[in-house]
């Protein structure tokens, strides 16, 4: 099965950003599940997108080496694929029906050509003098920077104006990428996916434009009969003060309230998931774009990818005629959430992933490299390799540079997500429980993880003759045996979890 995700705007990328963690993680997916992120928006050069982007090729690169490739390999007995097993594929590397123009194998195809102002895109000099008065009485052509929306430059997005943003996805389905969607999806068991904000100019215009035409009768079957769904983010982040910005944050609620009452009625989805959350006291810089947009992660972000996951492990049988509508809610209103906070869904779903992955992360960046010279390491040639072998400087470019990171500014945020402190030991890594140590039993001493090593790495040399394979199947033993140390965690919410 394909899902086909369609990301929005600078939240789709966000969201995917957090999807790829999640996904680098094991959450669970069906085992057929291959995704296909498009995301979809005029500024080519949004810092969160080309974030994104690094982040998903980072992960293909690692999947590639990491697991054999074979049909055969899927049923091994010995091969585990937890980590990086659902294959991220960009739509241009899809067969595709008709296709008459190529678009590239990036996760962010071109939407259009044109790099001008709205003014230029529509075309506003060769029209006649009656509708270039009535586009003056439907935009502001005024000449301030941050409110003539004629003269935006539409190559950093919209800049929060969805009047102007519904103008320009109105020609989607004329676009290269679109036409190519279109060919490439053929199978009745493939679904639809669409990330999107619900406040700003991309998002909120993009959404209703790309659902409307997902539906139109002058779409082939298998686009209109497929399982579709959508993640809407309303408001949960507040900008800084900037009078020369053309976004305004005091129209977020008004604009999502406009919306919502829109989607209510014209909207037809088997699943649609509302989420938002009341901003805190961390103030975003108000960039209308470009590559200086790189907003901290966010635990609504994290949540908003959860909701593509729940969807694509709905059972067929579950989906039904009537609409059904989602919404989140946590078990208490905490400014800074730990596991206990989450109830079993998301804890089974994906925490529980996250404490594997962070274990498995903390033994690459701080165990490997000061045990070099153990059996474990010898066998795998890590002394020769860890530093020049695309495999690993990939891996750890992703542990280090991306996922640390990306758990550092959720924690550092508010809403704060903060279930682990990487910089603590192994023992007191996940901050909900300490592994308890005594005299006899250590925990996860460097002595037991070397032990472990050891002994795991030698079960995997004769079915893993490459190296990088038998790694990562290393990797994936050791964070299951850490997790089997740190034991059953009390999610019981107390004061100490606040």
Known sequence: MKLFLFGIGGTGARVLRSLTMLLAAGSKTPADLTIIPILLDMDMQNGDTERALREVELYRAIRRTAYKDTAASQGSQTERRTFFATPLQPLGTLQAENAQEKIGDSVLPKLTDHEGTFEEFLSVSSMDDIDRELLKLLY??????????????LSVGFKGNPNIGSVVFNALEDSAVYKYFTGAFNDQTDRIFVISSIFGGTGSAGFPQLIKLLQHPSQKIQIRNAKKGAVTVMPYFALEENSQSAIDQNRFLSKTKAALSYYQTQVNLDALYYIGDRPGSKLYPNVEGGSKQTNNAHVVEMLAAAAILDFANKPEAEFSDAKRYFEYGLKRNDRTLDLPHFHDQTYNGILEPLIRFAYATKFFTDFVPTNLGEAFAKNLALSQNLRTNTFYTSL??????????????????????????MLNDFNAMVRSKRIETGF???????KFLRDQAGKIENTFQTPFPEPEKRFMQLLIEIAEKAREKLGPLNRQLSDANV
């Open 440 to 446: 006899f039993d250590k925990g996860l001493s460097e």
């Open 396 to 421: 750890e470019n992703f542990m280090t540079h991306h996922f640390k990171t990306w758990l550092n500014e959720m924690a550092q945020n508010d809403r704060a997500f903060y279930p682990f402190d």
């Open 140 to 153: 502001d052509n005024s000449a301030r920077p941050t409110s003539a929306e004629l003269k935006l430059n």
